[in-house]
Nanobody, 115 residues
Framework: QVQLVESGGGLVQAGGSLRLSCRVS????????MGWYRQAPGKQRELVAS???????NYVDSVKGRFTISRDNVRNTVYLQMNSLKPEDTAVYYC?????????WGQGTQVTVSS
């Protein structure tokens, strides 16, 4: 059974930075494309960034130039470095397969950006 454990969220002022981590266990991580998703209150979950098993990255326009996704295939972990955070980045952040598929969601990690 695949487990996704997200961590690294918190409360930060606008302009600050956070680094999220997501450890994957129970599956072959290195061959799968991964994504970071977020869900703000009252909104649908959206894809924020993705990274292929070869390291190609893509971002939603609202985070381009501020967020960086990366992965460590030895540690079975995917990261999201978030800089220049804005109040509109406030959400619960999740990692999962990209595109989303057969894995269940983890508990997510809350990111709150104050103005």
């Amino acid at each position: 059974q695949v487990q996704l454990v997200e961590s690294g969220g918190g409360l930060v002022q606008a302009g600050g930075s956070l680094r999220l981590s997501c450890r994957v266990s129970g599956s072959i991580f290195s061959t799968r494309a991964m994504g970071w998703y977020r869900q703000a209150p009252g909104k649908q979950r959206e894809l924020v960034a993705s990274i292929t098993n070869g390291g190609s990255r893509n971002y939603v326009d609202s985070v381009k130039g501020r967020f960086t996704i990366s992965r460590d295939n030895v540690r079975n972990t995917v990261y999201l470095q978030m800089n220049s955070l804005k109040p509109e980045d406030t959400a619960v952040y999740y990692c999962n397969l990209f595109p989303f598929g057969e894995w269940s969601w983890g508990q997510g990690t809350q990111v709150t950006v104050s103005s």
